[in-house]
């Protein structure tokens, strides 16, 4: 009998393919976890296992035709309920949408389906994708946030209440959450995965990632993602036909980093220090430890001003008609973005790029920079989604980043390890991360 857990991405669309399984089998599977597990983690925003069944059929169907199949045929894909979705509601987290569907899908879930995957449900949100946390607990203990903004969408695959999933970041959605779980989060470089029907917080921030139990199987899901679409300019073309096998070769010789303190060392958990401490010893020939550039401490400061006057445009409307169904921490945030002037907004985008100019430099020597992706392991609390502060400086750069599920904290919890890139080395990139997991897991 077939473990469906303990496949991968890619093993599950070739048993589909192969007829080993068959989609309506996995769903079924998955139906079950969700069936046991949904009524304490609360990952989901809106599931129909009906729906999902039908889809699954279809899919089999499909294949029984004998016509060509796509890379993610028949294999089951959560998705945050910040993406626009045709036959389901999209709710974003807030109750001032409750019941509302978008009128198309978002152009990553047209995506999904030409490379026929199905869009099992929507995983549940922070409010806006910003603060306020849903209800969705850790799996690892319930008593714990899962991070955020991305809860329902990290907590679903760490669950294996689905294979995959797919977040966003414009802090530290995607990378906090994976880090709190113990599941894969990848965060593209910004510009490779459209935008386009999903939430609008910031323009110039938010990123589409993808969550899954491997490097693997992020890789899949990326490269099916990943497009040129001229309804959300900051895309380029960006050629991923050859992602996987890249991340499957991983790099020609043994890769060198750097491992960043950062300024936010000194607030990390006792053993989650001695965690990363650890880490760093273990692969001491491989890694050099440096503080933190100088430009960094400025970048939170113009990350906030670029995030919170974006949300003040975007939600502007929200906040006029609905003030009383946000949130505070919305609220004050909406606030302060009004108050930014135009010449702190350029001054931001000014400083984003000569930033990640001085940071470039690194690959000149590296393959990649080290740190934390979380001060430590997933806070006891369920009113809060945790700290970014390792997250942020990433997000603003726009550099690929990917949070590795490689050490446990305090209570065994799990923690991540950063790995972040150069912006459009991303099949390299990917790569690097395969060997570090590899390493680690041997």
Same mark, same amino acid.
């Given at each position: 009998?077939i473990?469906?857990?303990?496949?991968?991405?890619?093993?599950?669309?070739?048993?589909?393919?192969?007829?080993?399984?068959?989609?309506? +089998?996995?769903?079924?599977?998955?139906?079950?976890?969700?069936?046991?597990?949904?009524?304490?983690?609360?990952?989901?925003?809106?599931?129909?296992?009906?729906?999902?069944? +039908?889809?699954?059929?279809?899919?089999?169907?499909?294949?029984?035709? =004998?016509?060509?199949?796509?890379?993610?045929? =028949?294999?089951?894909?959560?998705?945050?309920?910040?993406?626009?979705?045709?036959?389901?509601?999209?709710?974003?987290?807030?109750?001032?949408?409750?019941?509302?569907?978008?009128?198309?899908?978002?152009?990553?879930?047209?995506?999904?389906?030409?490379?026929?995957?199905?869009?099992?449900?929507?995983?549940?949100?922070a409010?806006?994708?910003?603060?306020?946390?849903?209800?969705?607990?850790?799996?690892?203990?319930?008593?714990?946030?899962?991070?955020?903004?991305?809860? =329902?969408?990290?907590?679903?695959v760490?669950?294996? @209440?689905?294979?995959?999933?797919?977040?966003?970041?414009?802090?530290?959605?995607?990378?906090?959450?994976?880090?709190?779980?113990?599941?894969?989060?990848?965060?593209?470089?910004?510009?490779l995965?459209?935008?386009? =029907?999903?939430?609008?917080?910031?323009?110039?921030?938010?990123?589409?990632?993808?969550?899954?139990?491997?490097?693997?199987?992020v890789?899949?899901?990326?490269?099916?993602?990943i497009?040129?679409?001229?309804?959300?300019?900051?895309?380029?073309?960006?050629s991923?036909?050859?992602?996987?096998?890249?991340?499957?070769?991983?790099?020609?010789?043994?890769?060198?980093?750097?491992?960043?303190?950062t300024?936010?060392?000194?607030?990390?958990?006792?053993?989650s220090?001695?965690?990363?401490?650890?880490?760093?010893?273990?692969?001491?020939?491989?890694?050099?430890?440096?503080?933190?550039?100088?430009y960094?401490?400025?970048i939170?400061?113009?990350?906030q001003?670029?995030?919170?006057?974006?949300?003040?445009?975007?939600?502007?409307?929200?906040?006029?008609?609905?003030?009383?169904?946000?949130?505070?921490? @919305?609220?004050?945030?909406?606030?302060?973005?009004?108050?930014?002037s135009?010449?702190?907004?350029?001054?931001?985008?000014?400083f984003?790029?000569?930033?990640?100019?001085?940071?470039?430099?690194?690959?000149?020597?590296?393959?990649?920079?080290?740190?934390?992706?979380?001060?430590?392991?997933?806070?006891?609390?369920?009113k809060?989604?945790?700290?970014?502060?390792?997250?942020?400086?990433?997000?603003?750069?726009?550099?690929?980043?990917?949070?590795?599920?490689?050490?446990?904290?305090?209570?065994? @919890?799990?923690?991540?390890?950063?790995?972040?890139?150069?912006?459009?080395?991303?099949?390299?990139?990917?790569?690097?991360?395969?060997?570090?997991e590899?390493?680690?897991?041997?």
């Open positions: 009998m473990d469906i857990f303990s496949l991968k991405a890619e093993e599950l669309a070739l048993k589909i393919k192969d007829a080993q399984l068959t989609s309506v +089998e996995i769903c079924e599977k998955y139906i079950e976890r969700i069936n046991k597990f949904e009524k304490d983690v609360k990952a989901w925003a809106h599931f129909d296992k009906k729906l999902l069944l +039908e889809k699954a059929a279809e899919a089999d169907e499909y294949r029984r035709s =004998g016509k060509p199949l796509g890379p993610l045929h =028949g294999v089951p894909v959560a998705v945050k309920d910040i993406v626009g979705t045709l036959d389901m509601p999209t709710e974003c987290g807030t109750v001032i949408r409750k019941g509302k569907s978008y009128s198309q899908n978002a152009e990553i879930v047209d995506l999904l389906l030409a490379a026929g995957a199905i869009v099992m449900g929507k995983t549940a949100t409010e806006l994708a910003y603060l306020g946390p849903p209800k969705t607990t850790n799996p690892h203990d319930h008593s714990r946030t899962p991070g955020g903004s991305s809860s =329902g969408s990290a907590a679903a760490a669950s294996f @209440m689905a294979p995959l999933s797919i977040g966003s970041q414009t802090g530290g959605s995607i990378i906090r959450p994976a880090s709190y779980c113990g599941v894969v989060g990848y965060k593209p470089t910004y510009g995965i459209s935008r386009n =029907g999903v939430l609008k917080t910031s323009e110039k921030l938010d990123h589409i990632g993808v969550f899954g139990r491997s490097v693997e199987d890789a899949l899901l990326s490269k099916v993602l497009k040129k679409d001229n309804f959300d300019p900051a895309t380029v073309h960006y991923a036909e050859n992602m996987l096998v890249e991340t499957k070769k991983g790099p020609l010789f043994e890769p060198k980093f750097i491992f960043y303190k300024d936010y060392w000194k607030n990390i958990e006792k053993k220090r001695e965690a990363f401490e650890y880490f760093i010893k273990s692969f001491k020939k491989n890694i050099e430890v440096f503080d933190n550039p100088s960094f401490k400025d939170h400061k113009y990350h001003i670029m995030y919170e006057t974006d949300l003040a445009n975007n939600f502007g409307l929200y906040y006029k008609k609905y003030k009383k169904k946000l949130s505070k921490p @919305m609220q004050d945030a909406i606030v302060k973005g009004n108050k930014h135009a010449k702190e907004y350029a001054e931001a985008l000014d984003m790029k000569r930033s990640y100019e001085s940071y470039e430099e690194v690959f000149e020597d590296y393959h990649g920079v080290l740190s934390p992706a979380s001060p430590g392991v997933a806070p006891k609390s369920l809060t989604t945790g700290s970014a502060e390792f997250n942020k400086v990433w997000s603003y750069l726009g550099t690929p980043c990917i949070s590795l599920p490689l050490l446990q904290g305090d209570a065994n @919890m799990p923690l991540g390890v950063q790995l972040t890139g150069a912006k459009y080395d991303d099949h390299r990139f990917l790569g690097i991360a395969n060997w570090l590899k390493e680690c897991n041997n």
